[in-house]
């Protein structure tokens, strides 16, 4: 049964005015976290809805909603954006916490959202903080990742005076190789972003156990990544987004269009960094920078 939960009401002639609901994709942290500070920040009563991932309560959440369609819909996770902008196209939506959206065909002239990217000249600045040593950065590329976004990361390294090394992969079962013949081309650690194409939860595992048997930090793109065996990511703050998103709605409610608000990256951002790894590594690690890390993964 679809779980609705009411916030506190900010006046009545808000709740008169504006309807907004809130669509989660499941129970998992990056998906709840951001609503609390999105209703605290939007300051009206704003109808709450999970769908836990089943296409049966995502069907339950669309007949709810488009018999009294909301004047503005958060959606969190890929899954509520896709079955909420499936069925009401025309309804104003933001999204957050979708990698990809253009993927699920979550865009258009409707849609206004944050996204999850991270510049790579961020990413790689906060992570030589931490690593100094490394200047060679293998990565496993799988055609998920488009060449708009390689040719970024390739600059950001070269402004660090740093190089990254190139290994494309097609298939799951080419990743382990490529890690193989990256170290033995002498890289200094390794870069694994998330595709769905090619990283399954068995090749991650040994990937990342073969970076600590070898002694290479592993940069990924997920804090869950961070939990299952990476190094270092850098990831965005999901409260933060929580509340980046209710400005946007805001805007929506004042008669802004979604697509002059458009999309933007994350405002706060947090360092993620598994020092169970680094002791298993045996990685050279200056321990008082952790003051500097907002998640340590022990």
Known sequence: MITLLLALLATPDALARDRVAVVVSDDLDAYTAPVGPFVDELGITAEIINIHGREVEAKQMVGRLKSDLPDVVYCVGAKACYAVHQAMPKVPLIYSTVYEPSRYGIDGAHVAGVTMDVEPVTFLSQFVGFFPEVQRIGVIRGPAMTDRRWLAMAAAAVELGMELVEYRVRSPREVRSAMVTLAKQG??????????QTLTSDNFRTV???????????????QNMVEAGGLFTLTPDHEAVGRQAAVMATELLGGELPSNIGTDGPEKL??????????RSGLEFDRLLLDFVDVVVD
């Open 187 to 196: 890289v200094d650690a390794l870069w694994v972003p998330p595709d769905r």
């Open 270 to 279: 947090l360092v993620v960094l598994n020092t169970r790894t680094i002791e």
């Open 208 to 222: 990342s156990e073969e970076a600590r048997r070898r002694r290479l930090p592993l940069l990924v793109d997920t």
